[in-house]
């Protein structure tokens, strides 16, 4: 089911809104979760793989936006914050992973020339190979192709250094050639 | 540079995330390598395909109505309810400082154990724009006895473990505020020596605020067959103590 908001909503600010909330009108946080929810479940679904943990992280991240919002700063737009929310959510809510070295390139990947297969992409296999890679580099895959961050804005967001996200995004990218070549020899 | 150092950063080429340097450096090497170049189509395909991917529209669950429903059962905002928590806190403040410092009536005064006059410091008090100096006291003639001084009485925080119920308040008060000081002042309100003037500063932070809050109380006992409105009050500082007061030998 789709949300809708109402014009008027739309011409009130992000920060006029907030400023309502913290005094006391509760019900005016409808606007905010109206205009983001949808961002965040794209974002926790991704991420999380399936509907319903997107789903119940997008209600876990506003509540956690309502009671962190006397903390924010209206430094920038919202839904940065509401997004730093989120992933912090979503990740918590999956197992944990052992850490690669990040810096060990010796992991086999594909030659992205070899696979033969990235002029006929079928998106539903983007999509499954997506889901296979591990947190980490499918975190970096999401933030920087869905949300169109830098590798500079990732590092912020996710508390490393740029190289290592460099590093990161291009080991993902390897990684997503090699799972696209096994998927498509599979419907072969 | 060589061939395989093009190829890793032909990812962050296609996302704008090379310096001038770097990125001047890769065109040249792709106009002459056309290896590199096909290796750049398969990049951007594989970019696009991720794109495409991640931008498909999508269902989304309306989450405002659960969500609404547990934000009202909190009901208030955090701010809110810091600022309820808060005023709770400078309740129970004032309350414990007047309950621990609540002025007794001195003892009546004997041979050995003669009266106490304190002095008041230079301090003024909220709410009340008069301020309190202290005053030369008046000439005292040597055949007076001698006035015993003692320094003002204060206290920068309670003592602990001056009664039994202070330490649970104390902590409870820490977890949400931090109590800053606690500063009593006990000066005679009376020349004789039975009252006594209580001023109770509190002072604490809520939210990183410094609040203060000053009390003053005047407890004056009268006797039974006193006319409490005769009683004159002298300078804070000028002392008279009744001969049949003064201390042992000087009488």
């Given amino acids: ?188 | 540079m060589k061939c395989e150092e093009i190829r890793n950063q032909l990812s962050a080429h296609e996302c704008g995330d090379l310096s001038a340097d770097e990125s001047r450096e890769l065109q040249e090497h792709l106009a002459e390598c056309p290896t590199c170049r096909a290796h750049l189509a398969a990049v951007q395909a594989l970019q696009a395909g991720i794109r495409g991917y991640l931008r498909e529209p999508m269902e989304y669950p309306d989450v405002t109505g659960p969500v609404m429903s547990l934000l009202r059962k909190n009901k208030k905002p955090a701010r809110l309810v810091y600022a309820w928590v808060g005023g709770i806190c400078v309740a129970a403040t004032i309350i414990m400082g007047l309950y621990l410092h609540r002025p007794s009536l001195p003892a009546k005064p004997t041979a050995s154990n003669p009266p106490v006059v304190t002095t008041a410091p230079e301090k003024r008090i909220v709410g009340s724009p008069r301020v309190v100096r202290p005053q030369k006291p008046a000439v005292i003639p040597k055949d007076q006895p001698r006035v015993r001084r003692l320094p003002t009485h204060k206290h920068k925080r309670p003592d602990a473990n001056a009664r039994g119920a202070e330490p649970a308040v104390e902590q409870a008060l820490s977890s949400t505020i931090r109590l800053v000081n606690i500063e009593v002042t006990r000066i005679p309100a009376d020349l004789s020596g039975k009252g006594e003037r209580t001023s109770i500063t509190t002072t604490f932070m809520v939210s990183g605020l410094t609040l203060s809050h000053t009390e003053e109380r005047i407890v004056i006992p009268v006797e039974p067959n006193e006319d409490a409105g005769s009683i004159e009050r002298p300078p804070l500082e000028t002392v008279v103590v009744p001969k049949q007061y003064g201390p042992p030998g000087e009488g």
């Fill in chain 1, 1 to 188: 089911m789709r949300a809708q908001s109402t014009s008027g909503d739309n011409l009130v600010s992000d920060e006029q809104i907030i400023c309502r909330v913290l005094g006391g009108h509760t019900d005016d946080f409808r606007v905010l979760l109206q205009r983001y929810q949808e961002r965040t479940f794209r974002l926790a679904y991704r991420i999380l793989g399936t509907y319903d943990d997107g789903q119940d992280a997008v209600q876990e991240t506003f509540l956690r936006v309502y009671q962190a919002l006397p903390g924010y700063r209206h430094e920038g737009k919202l839904w940065p914050w509401i997004r730093r929310i989120a992933t912090n959510v979503c990740l918590k809510r999956l197992p944990s992973e052992p850490k690669p070295d990040e810096l060990d390139d010796s992991i086999e990947s594909a030659d992205l020339v070899e696979t033969q297969v990235l002029g006929r992409i079928e998106l539903a296999n983007v999509g499954k190979a997506i889901g296979g890679l591990p947190t980490r580099y499918r975190l970096a895959i999401i933030v920087r192709y869905q949300e169109e961050l830098t590798c500079r804005e990732i590092a912020e967001e996710l508390g490393e250094k740029v190289t290592t996200i460099k590093v990161r995004l291009h080991r993902a990218e390897r990684m997503l050639a090699e799972r696209l070549k096994v998927l498509m020899n599979d419907e072969v």
